[in-house]
T-cell receptor, first 117, second 110 residues
Framework: DSGVTQTPKHLITATGQRVTLRCSPRSGDLSVYWYQQSLDQGLQFLIQ???????AKGNILERFSAQQFPDLHSELNLSSLELGDSALYFC????????????????FGPGTRLTVL | GDSVTQMEGPVTLSEEAFLTINCTYTATGYPSLFWYVQYPGEGLQLLLKATKADDKGSNKGFEATYRKETTSFHLEKGSVQVSDSAVYFC?????????FGTGTSLTVIP
Protein backbone atom coordinates (compact mmCIF):
# COMPACT_ATOMS: atom_id res chain seq x y z
CA ASP A 1 0.00 0.00 0.00
CA SER A 2 1.60 3.24 -1.20
CA GLY A 3 -0.57 5.51 0.96
CA VAL A 4 -2.05 7.21 -2.11
CA THR A 5 -5.79 6.68 -2.47
CA GLN A 6 -7.92 7.13 -5.55
CA THR A 7 -11.67 7.05 -5.96
CA PRO A 8 -13.62 5.65 -7.61
CA LYS A 9 -11.89 2.42 -8.56
CA HIS A 10 -14.05 1.95 -11.65
CA LEU A 11 -16.18 4.41 -13.59
CA ILE A 12 -18.43 3.65 -16.54
CA THR A 13 -20.04 6.53 -18.38
CA ALA A 14 -21.27 7.61 -21.79
CA THR A 15 -19.73 9.79 -24.47
CA GLY A 16 -20.26 13.50 -23.91
CA GLN A 17 -20.45 13.16 -20.14
CA ARG A 18 -18.25 14.72 -17.46
CA VAL A 19 -16.56 12.86 -14.60
CA THR A 20 -14.38 13.76 -11.64
CA LEU A 21 -11.58 11.56 -10.35
CA ARG A 22 -10.28 12.09 -6.85
CA CYS A 23 -6.86 11.54 -5.34
CA SER A 24 -5.56 11.81 -1.78
CA PRO A 25 -1.77 11.95 -1.57
CA ARG A 26 0.41 10.31 1.04
CA SER A 27 0.46 12.15 4.33
CA GLY A 28 2.91 15.06 4.10
CA ASP A 29 3.37 14.91 0.32
CA LEU A 30 2.96 18.29 -1.36
CA SER A 31 3.17 17.25 -5.02
CA VAL A 32 0.46 15.42 -6.93
CA TYR A 33 0.79 14.07 -10.47
CA TRP A 34 -1.83 12.71 -12.85
CA TYR A 35 -1.14 10.11 -15.54
CA GLN A 36 -3.20 8.40 -18.20
CA GLN A 37 -2.35 4.83 -19.14
CA SER A 38 -3.88 3.31 -22.23
CA LEU A 39 -2.90 0.20 -24.17
CA ASP A 40 -1.78 2.06 -27.27
CA GLN A 41 -0.05 5.07 -25.68
CA GLY A 42 1.57 3.75 -22.54
CA LEU A 43 1.92 5.99 -19.48
CA GLN A 44 1.27 9.62 -20.35
CA PHE A 45 2.01 12.44 -17.91
CA LEU A 46 -0.91 14.85 -17.70
CA ILE A 47 -0.25 17.46 -15.03
CA GLN A 48 1.52 18.16 -11.74
CA UNK A 49 0.47 20.28 -8.78
CA UNK A 50 2.66 21.42 -5.93
CA UNK A 51 1.05 22.78 -2.77
CA UNK A 52 -2.01 23.97 -4.64
CA UNK A 53 -0.28 25.47 -7.65
CA UNK A 54 0.12 24.01 -11.12
CA UNK A 55 3.78 23.13 -11.60
CA ALA A 56 4.11 21.22 -14.85
CA LYS A 57 1.86 20.33 -17.73
CA GLY A 58 2.18 17.35 -20.02
CA ASN A 59 -0.10 15.97 -22.71
CA ILE A 60 -3.33 17.13 -21.10
CA LEU A 61 -6.26 17.83 -23.38
CA GLU A 62 -8.19 21.10 -23.09
CA ARG A 63 -11.26 19.04 -22.14
CA PHE A 64 -9.39 17.91 -19.03
CA SER A 65 -8.61 20.04 -16.01
CA ALA A 66 -7.28 19.46 -12.53
CA GLN A 67 -6.87 21.24 -9.25
CA GLN A 68 -5.26 20.68 -5.87
CA PHE A 69 -7.16 21.84 -2.82
CA PRO A 70 -5.85 23.37 0.44
CA ASP A 71 -6.00 19.95 2.13
CA LEU A 72 -3.74 18.75 -0.73
CA HIS A 73 -6.17 16.30 -2.27
CA SER A 74 -6.56 16.64 -6.01
CA GLU A 75 -9.30 16.19 -8.55
CA LEU A 76 -9.05 15.51 -12.27
CA ASN A 77 -12.06 16.62 -14.27
CA LEU A 78 -12.71 15.05 -17.65
CA SER A 79 -15.44 16.56 -19.80
CA SER A 80 -17.06 15.95 -23.19
CA LEU A 81 -15.82 12.39 -22.90
CA GLU A 82 -14.92 10.42 -25.99
CA LEU A 83 -14.44 6.70 -26.51
CA GLY A 84 -10.69 7.27 -26.71
CA ASP A 85 -10.62 8.63 -23.17
CA SER A 86 -11.18 5.11 -21.84
CA ALA A 87 -8.04 4.35 -19.87
CA LEU A 88 -6.52 3.87 -16.45
CA TYR A 89 -5.91 7.16 -14.68
CA PHE A 90 -3.21 7.17 -12.03
CA CYS A 91 -2.43 9.69 -9.40
CA UNK A 92 0.98 9.82 -7.78
CA UNK A 93 2.39 11.93 -4.98
CA UNK A 94 5.85 12.93 -3.82
CA UNK A 95 7.22 15.00 -0.96
CA UNK A 96 8.14 17.82 -3.35
CA UNK A 97 10.18 19.61 -0.71
CA UNK A 98 12.42 22.25 -2.22
CA UNK A 99 16.12 21.60 -2.19
CA UNK A 100 15.71 17.89 -2.75
CA UNK A 101 13.32 17.83 -5.65
CA UNK A 102 15.66 15.80 -7.83
CA UNK A 103 15.70 12.88 -5.36
CA UNK A 104 11.92 12.88 -4.95
CA UNK A 105 10.24 9.52 -5.41
CA UNK A 106 6.74 9.27 -6.81
CA UNK A 107 4.29 6.93 -5.08
CA PHE A 108 1.38 5.75 -7.18
CA GLY A 109 -2.22 5.11 -6.28
CA PRO A 110 -4.11 2.03 -7.49
CA GLY A 111 -5.74 3.94 -10.35
CA THR A 112 -9.24 4.64 -11.62
CA ARG A 113 -10.38 2.63 -14.60
CA LEU A 114 -12.57 4.81 -16.82
CA THR A 115 -14.73 3.20 -19.47
CA VAL A 116 -16.55 5.46 -21.91
CA LEU A 117 -19.36 3.72 -23.82
CA GLY B 1 15.11 17.54 -24.22
CA ASP B 2 15.21 15.20 -21.27
CA SER B 3 14.00 11.67 -21.93
CA VAL B 4 14.22 8.00 -21.09
CA THR B 5 14.56 5.20 -23.63
CA GLN B 6 14.00 1.65 -22.55
CA MET B 7 14.22 -1.70 -24.22
CA GLU B 8 11.22 -2.73 -26.26
CA GLY B 9 9.32 -5.75 -25.13
CA PRO B 10 7.78 -8.10 -24.62
CA VAL B 11 10.44 -10.22 -22.98
CA THR B 12 9.79 -13.89 -22.26
CA LEU B 13 12.19 -15.87 -20.07
CA SER B 14 12.25 -19.25 -18.42
CA GLU B 15 12.31 -19.42 -14.65
CA GLU B 16 15.83 -18.97 -13.19
CA ALA B 17 17.09 -17.20 -16.31
CA PHE B 18 19.14 -13.99 -16.15
CA LEU B 19 17.28 -10.77 -16.83
CA THR B 20 18.53 -7.52 -18.31
CA ILE B 21 16.24 -4.66 -19.30
CA ASN B 22 18.13 -1.78 -20.86
CA CYS B 23 17.45 1.84 -20.02
CA THR B 24 19.30 4.91 -21.25
CA TYR B 25 18.57 8.52 -20.51
CA THR B 26 19.16 12.03 -21.76
CA ALA B 27 19.26 14.78 -19.16
CA THR B 28 21.16 17.86 -18.15
CA GLY B 29 22.37 18.22 -14.60
CA TYR B 30 22.25 15.42 -12.07
CA PRO B 31 19.00 13.49 -12.28
CA SER B 32 17.82 10.64 -10.11
CA LEU B 33 16.93 7.35 -11.77
CA PHE B 34 14.22 4.84 -10.87
CA TRP B 35 12.77 1.50 -11.81
CA TYR B 36 9.08 0.97 -11.19
CA VAL B 37 7.15 -2.29 -11.55
CA GLN B 38 3.49 -2.71 -12.43
CA TYR B 39 1.84 -6.05 -11.70
CA PRO B 40 -1.34 -6.92 -13.58
CA GLY B 41 -4.29 -4.82 -12.45
CA GLU B 42 -2.23 -2.68 -10.08
CA GLY B 43 -0.54 0.70 -9.94
CA LEU B 44 3.17 1.32 -10.36
CA GLN B 45 5.36 0.45 -7.39
CA LEU B 46 8.86 1.73 -6.78
CA LEU B 47 11.32 -1.13 -7.28
CA LEU B 48 14.62 0.69 -6.76
CA LYS B 49 16.30 4.04 -7.18
CA ALA B 50 19.70 5.70 -7.45
CA THR B 51 20.32 9.38 -6.88
CA LYS B 52 23.91 9.89 -8.03
CA ALA B 53 26.52 8.48 -10.38
CA ASP B 54 27.86 5.00 -9.50
CA ASP B 55 25.07 4.41 -6.98
CA LYS B 56 23.59 0.93 -7.12
CA GLY B 57 19.93 0.50 -6.31
CA SER B 58 18.76 -2.94 -5.26
CA ASN B 59 15.58 -4.61 -4.07
CA LYS B 60 14.06 -8.13 -4.22
CA GLY B 61 17.11 -9.45 -6.10
CA PHE B 62 16.92 -6.72 -8.75
CA GLU B 63 19.84 -4.34 -9.23
CA ALA B 64 20.64 -1.30 -11.37
CA THR B 65 23.74 0.90 -11.40
CA TYR B 66 23.66 4.60 -12.30
CA ARG B 67 26.29 4.94 -15.05
CA LYS B 68 26.85 8.57 -15.94
CA GLU B 69 29.54 7.80 -18.54
CA THR B 70 27.12 5.69 -20.58
CA THR B 71 23.93 7.47 -19.41
CA SER B 72 22.43 4.12 -18.52
CA PHE B 73 20.52 2.45 -15.69
CA HIS B 74 20.02 -1.14 -16.81
CA LEU B 75 17.89 -3.43 -14.64
CA GLU B 76 19.27 -6.90 -13.86
CA LYS B 77 18.26 -9.95 -11.91
CA GLY B 78 20.27 -13.12 -11.68
CA SER B 79 17.42 -15.62 -11.49
CA VAL B 80 13.87 -14.60 -12.36
CA GLN B 81 10.75 -16.20 -10.92
CA VAL B 82 7.25 -16.56 -12.31
CA SER B 83 6.15 -13.94 -9.78
CA ASP B 84 8.41 -11.37 -11.49
CA SER B 85 6.08 -11.30 -14.49
CA ALA B 86 5.06 -7.64 -14.76
CA VAL B 87 5.71 -4.45 -16.70
CA TYR B 88 8.88 -2.57 -15.76
CA PHE B 89 9.28 1.19 -16.20
CA CYS B 90 12.50 3.16 -16.12
CA UNK B 91 12.08 6.76 -14.92
CA UNK B 92 14.10 9.93 -14.54
CA UNK B 93 13.68 12.86 -12.16
CA UNK B 94 15.46 16.02 -13.28
CA UNK B 95 14.27 18.03 -10.31
CA UNK B 96 11.76 19.83 -12.51
CA UNK B 97 9.92 16.92 -14.03
CA UNK B 98 9.60 13.15 -14.10
CA UNK B 99 10.01 11.21 -17.33
CA PHE B 100 8.93 7.58 -17.74
CA GLY B 101 9.95 5.07 -20.34
CA THR B 102 7.38 3.18 -22.37
CA GLY B 103 7.56 0.09 -20.18
CA THR B 104 8.90 -3.41 -20.85
CA SER B 105 6.59 -6.35 -20.35
CA LEU B 106 8.25 -9.40 -18.81
CA THR B 107 6.71 -12.87 -18.78
CA VAL B 108 8.48 -15.65 -16.89
CA ILE B 109 7.42 -19.18 -17.76
CA PRO B 110 7.90 -22.18 -15.45
Amino acid sequence: DSGVTQTPKHLITATGQRVTLRCSPRSGDLSVYWYQQSLDQGLQFLIQYYNGEERAKGNILERFSAQQFPDLHSELNLSSLELGDSALYFCASSPGTSGSAYTDTQYFGPGTRLTVL
Amino acid sequence: GDSVTQMEGPVTLSEEAFLTINCTYTATGYPSLFWYVQYPGEGLQLLLKATKADDKGSNKGFEATYRKETTSFHLEKGSVQVSDSAVYFCALNTGNQFYFGTGTSLTVIP
